[in-house]
């Protein structure tokens, strides 16, 4: 008999309550009290795999920090998988099954963080997007999203932008179906997905982009170090925005 499991794991990052669950690519987002003598809510990603206990528990892992690295890209900040894992085994039942007993283990450290106004809504909203885009570009988002997310966690601002952009290069690539993406691939992408000047894009990518990725910026300068944090910010709302659209324009047509 195939086995199957249910997994459970906790969000760092995410500081508002998740009002109502809600289900995305086959797992469930909600808010719930901790387990283990915790009492705050803290939001939860649920799945149901298949296979022995370690496949399972892979499965379930990509899974969870796919949807994971979505959220960071709809709340605008780092979220990611916190170290407890709670399984239960639905198949075959057990006599820990039975008791109602699931198990709890802890993961590698990894790290976590999120905002906007009424942010359940926003999320959901921003998910929702993703979710509905046509099934073969589904990779090419979840690529996306990873690189944001990266970005997100960066200190330094130079790199955050050297990341970001390269988030950025993943819409470029499958836009122009090139797989080497020059600077004016990348401006005309902008100039078209977001209304970038082109003018703006050039001194984007030049000052900051190359610059900082070829050691050609003193990035302990107190005074560029400044510039680069204003323009990391600005790269990425236009980075957000220009995901939104991507999504917007490659929507699953669904029958009326």
Request: with cysteine; proline share 2%.
């Amino acid at each position: 008999m195939i086995e199957k499991w249910q997994i459970t794991i906790p969000l760092e990052g995410i500081d508002f309550k998740i009002r109502e669950g809600f289900q995305l690519q086959n797992a469930i987002v909600k808010s719930r009290l901790g387990k283990w003598k915790k009492k705050k809510e803290e939001a939860m990603i649920t799945v149901n795999v298949e296979g022995d206990l370690d496949t399972a528990r892979k499965k379930a892992n990509a899974l969870i920090d796919r949807i994971a690295a979505r959220l960071s890209y709809s709340c605008g900040e780092e979220v990611r998988l916190k170290e407890e894992v709670y399984l239960k085994q639905v198949q075959p039942k057990t006599r820990r099954r039975e008791k109602g007993w699931g198990y709890h283990e802890r993961r590698k450290t990894v790290r976590t963080r999120i905002t906007i106004g009424d942010r359940h809504s926003a999320v959901i909203n921003f998910m929702k997007q993703l979710d509905d885009v046509k099934q073969e570009k589904q990779a090419l988002v979840d690529r996306a999203v990873a690189y944001y997310r990266e970005a997100l966690a960066e200190k330094n601002p130079f790199q955050r932008i050297a990341t970001l952009m390269s988030c950025i290069q993943v819409i470029v690539r499958d836009e122009v179906k090139e797989e080497i993406v020059q600077q004016h691939h990348i401006c005309d992408v902008l100039c078209d997905y977001v209304k970038l000047e082109r003018k703006v894009c050039r001194d984007y990518y030049g000052r900051f982009r190359s610059a900082g990725a070829h050691g050609q910026k003193d990035i302990l300068d107190s005074s560029k170090f400044q510039e680069a944090a204003v323009a990391a910010e600005a790269i990425r709302k236009i980075t957000f925005r220009l995901l939104a659209e991507y999504a917007s324009r490659n929507k699953q047509h669904h029958p009326k």
